[in-house]
């Protein structure tokens, strides 16, 4: 028997070819995996799948319940992976199925943190509201950030940093039962979004953001996107996206850019991304604020660095500047993330360096200075003034009527202020005061306390009325039953800072002769006998045409 001459090269690939043509288009989706392996029978398959791989524990009654639309029961999947007994399987047993018959529900996202004013317009009553921390947004729902950034959290963990001055729309947020597959779909209609997404299980999770201009295709990466009335502009740092005009997207791996021009015809433009700068090292862990930041000299003509919270990943801070060096500023204790970007001649973000830091600030005690202790006022809006002797601190003054500051009678607005009033008049008697310096947030420093004797003060005085009568002006003003006399000041300017004429007087009303087109300004105190007197009441402007 002769043997048949082996088929040449050429022949053998115009086969191949053949047969690659015969298989419909479905065939292209990819088979998505589930949490282990793959059945032999699935590579075979034209439908889209997903593989489920049975747990310790896990039943197939109970996967087929958790997993499958409501028209389609467990028999009809054994039939389709041709399997006859169900109570056959278990633990690392693989199960096909198709990817069109798992459970599909609206699952919300979450505003995970918010800074500033960001709003949120309802997709089901056009209402209007203010976003905060831990609100669901659902399908349809829009978020203009305005000044505030917020990070939103999708339903697969990814997060989506919306920049200020941006507006995006929940157009899609759809979850495959428990099959951890998402199908995300947002429209960025202008500003920018910065994104960390989950890598997408093949075959039928899908992550994309449209906008005016273009579409984002994603699968599992860290990208930002700009979109404006010019056109939409994309930076890739992480993994890679599908991006272009809808039906014409290109592949941008990390490391790269591209942008889309509304109006133009030259199609899309792909560049690569400026690197990333070299940061000088900085201590693992910042004591003291501010601290700068330096790195090494590059062609840029700015930067941009973005401060996030490491846990959280709320947007702290973000600026463009100039040069090469920042100063870290107010920090809360905690662990951040700073980014750096060199930006190019467009403005366009690169490749962002990142160094963390941990904030670890610790208040020191202040020193006060008056009143000393002991001492006593007349005054029933004394003023406190102490010295910090820490770096980015705020303080407060406190004030009891006992040493150990049960119950504080008044305070004052925390700030990085050495001198406060308290927050009320403080009536005749004996006080207790001290100064709470804060720092990063969490660190409190305490003060020892000084004693304080108030003897109290008179009301301030209250002009009641001015009447004119030619080139006179009568003042009026109210009685304080326990003043003796009132001191009259009278100035051509409302500070009080040059009077042109003081007085003691003991009745309530004062005749002033005034020079006609000038302009005069007059205020009271009440006097007493004793020590007690009233602050300067409001000034009064008087006008002699």
């Not at 918010?114 to 349809?140: F, P, Y």
């Not at 062609?299 to 973005?306: F, G, K, N, S, T």
Request: hydrophobic share 40%; with cysteine; proline share 7%.
């Amino acid at each position: 028997m002769i043997d048949a001459p082996a088929p040449k090269l050429p022949a053998l690939l115009l086969i191949i070819v053949l047969l690659a043509c015969a298989f419909p288009a479905g065939a292209e989706l990819s088979v998505t995996r589930g949490s282990a392996g793959q059945s032999d029978a699935s590579s075979a398959s034209l439908v889209p799948e997903w593989i489920y791989t049975l747990h310790p524990g896990e039943s197939f009654p109970e996967v087929a319940n958790d997993l499958l639309a409501q028209k389609y029961s467990a028999n009809r999947l054994l039939q389709y992976n041709k399997i006859t007994n169900g109570a056959t399987l278990g633990a690392g047993d693989a199960i096909r199925i198709p990817l069109a018959w798992l459970k599909r529900q609206p699952q919300p996202a979450k505003a995970a943190t918010v800074s500033g004013t960001v709003q949120l317009i309802s997709g089901n009553t056009g209402r209007k509201i203010r976003l905060t921390e831990d609100t669901l947004i659902q399908v349809g729902d829009e978020i203009l950030s305005a000044s505030g950034t917020a990070t939103i959290e999708l339903a697969d963990g990814s997060e989506v940093r919306i920049s200020p001055n941006s507006r995006l729309i929940f157009n899609r947020l759809t979850q495959y039962g428990k099959a951890g597959m998402v199908d995300t779909r947002l429209r960025l209609n202008h500003g920018e979004i910065h994104t960390r997404v989950k890598p997408i299980m093949e075959g039928g999770a899908r992550f994309e953001i449209e906008t005016p201009s273009a579409v984002a295709a994603v699968r599992g990466t860290a990208f930002a996107l700009q979109a404006s009335a010019k056109g939409t502009s994309l930076q890739v740092t992480k993994g890679e996206v599908d991006f272009g005009a809808p039906g014409k997207t290109r592949r941008i791996p990390a490391g790269f850019g591209a942008s889309l021009s509304t109006n133009s015809t030259s199609g899309l433009s792909i560049r690569r991304l400026p690197p990333a700068p070299e940061i000088n090292p900085l201590p693992p862990t910042l004591t003291q604020l501010p601290s700068t930041m330096t790195w090494r000299e590059s062609r840029a003509p700015m930067h941009r660095v973005d401060i996030f919270e490491a846990d959280s990943g709320r947007w702290v801070e973000s600026r463009e500047i100039t040069g090469n060096s920042f100063d870290i500023g107010r920090l809360d204790n905690g662990s951040y993330e700073i980014h750096l970007a060199a930006l190019d001649s467009r403005g366009t973000a690169g490749m962002p360096g990142v160094i963390p830091v941990e904030v670890d600030l610790q208040a020191r005690i202040a020193s006060l200075m008056s009143p000393s202790d002991g001492d006593t006022v007349n005054d029933d809006m004394p003023e406190f003034r102490w010295q910090l002797n820490g770096d980015n601190e705020v303080a407060r003054v406190e004030i009891a009527e006992d040493k150990d500051f049960r119950n504080l009678v008044a305070t004052s607005e925390w700030a990085p202020e050495t001198s406060a009033l308290p927050s009320r008049p403080l009536g005749p008697g004996k006080y207790y005061w001290r100064v709470v310096t804060e720092a990063g947030g969490n660190s409190v420093a305490t003060t020892g306390p000084r004693q304080l004797v108030v003897n109290g003060s008179l009301p301030p005085v209250r002009i009641i009325s001015v009447n004119y009568i030619d080139s006179q002006v009568r003042v009026f003003w109210e009685k304080i039953v326990t003043a003796t006399d009132y001191r009259l000041q009278l100035s051509e300017e409302p500070g009080f800072n040059n009077i042109i004429k003081e007085a003691t007087l003991s009745d309530t009303t004062a005749a002033l002769r005034l020079i006609p087109g000038r302009r005069y300004f007059v205020r009271l105190k009440a006097l007493s006998d004793g020590p007690l007197q009233s602050r300067w009441g409001p000034g009064r402007e008087l006008y002699l045409e």
